[in-house]
């Protein structure tokens, strides 16, 4: 009789060992949640991580036609003179013959200096690490830039709105519907949730 109670001891210490097969199912199930949170969470950094590569790429172009602009003040002196453009993208434009291959200026008038300024600056947007999603997305894909110039009352210079618009990855609300819109920002790069724009306004001087 003892022996036999002790036998079913046993048999019943043997089965309640381990893991039963749903505490698995459940610590598999949490695993699995844990590792979903942690890609998104990396998923998001990334996203982040181009979005600030993007802004700041879109910053260095808006200064660099910004600083073009002010190297060319003295052909500005003229009020018809200015580097306004609807669309760069669009634009026809092409390398002045006063200027060769390796970049030496011949006797260039103001608007070949213009000319050349918003050429380069084409390039720059047309560029395969800039303009090209097969390239990475951390360029700027399907980008274009507008200017609009704005005359100031009694004063020699003029007020410059440059836009840069590009197409970002992450789907928000549309860049150009901001509370701080215009009607350049309004129009420059193509309208979807996925547009985002880099808007400036800055005094360009026309004196020497």
């Not at 018809?80 to 669309?87: K, L």
């Not at 560029?127 to 609009?148: H, K, M, Q, V």
């Not at 150009?176 to 215009?182: C, E, F, K, N």
């Amino acid at each position: 009789m003892d022996w036999y109670m002790q036998k079913n001891s046993v048999n019943f210490k043997l089965k309640h060992r381990g893991f039963s097969l749903i505490e698995i199912m459940i610590s598999g199930f949490i695993l699995a949640l844990g590792l979903l949170g942690l890609a998104g969470m990396q998923s998001t950094a990334v996203k982040s991580s181009i979005e600030i590569e993007q802004r700041t790429l879109a910053n260095s172009l808006i200064a660099d036609i910004t600083e073009r602009m002010q190297l060319n003040r003295l052909w500005l002196l003229d009020a018809d003179n200015n580097y306004a453009i609807v669309s760069l993208t669009n634009a026809t434009l092409s390398a002045p013959s006063c200027i060769d291959s390796d970049g030496t200026f011949d006797n260039c008038s103001g608007v070949d200096i213009r000319n050349n300024d918003l050429y380069e600056w084409k390039q720059k947007f047309l560029g395969a690490e800039i303009n090209n999603s097969t390239a990475g997305e951390n360029g700027l894909i399907e980008a274009d830039a507008c200017i609009a110039v704005s005359p100031i009352s009694g004063s020699d210079g003029e007020l410059v709105e440059i836009v840069i618009s590009w197409f970002s990855t992450v789907k928000s609300k549309d860049s150009a519907h901001a509370s701080a819109s215009t009607d350049l920002t309004a129009t420059c790069g193509d309208s979807s949730r996925h547009r985002r724009q880099l808007s400036i306004e800055t005094y360009i001087s026309k004196s020497s």
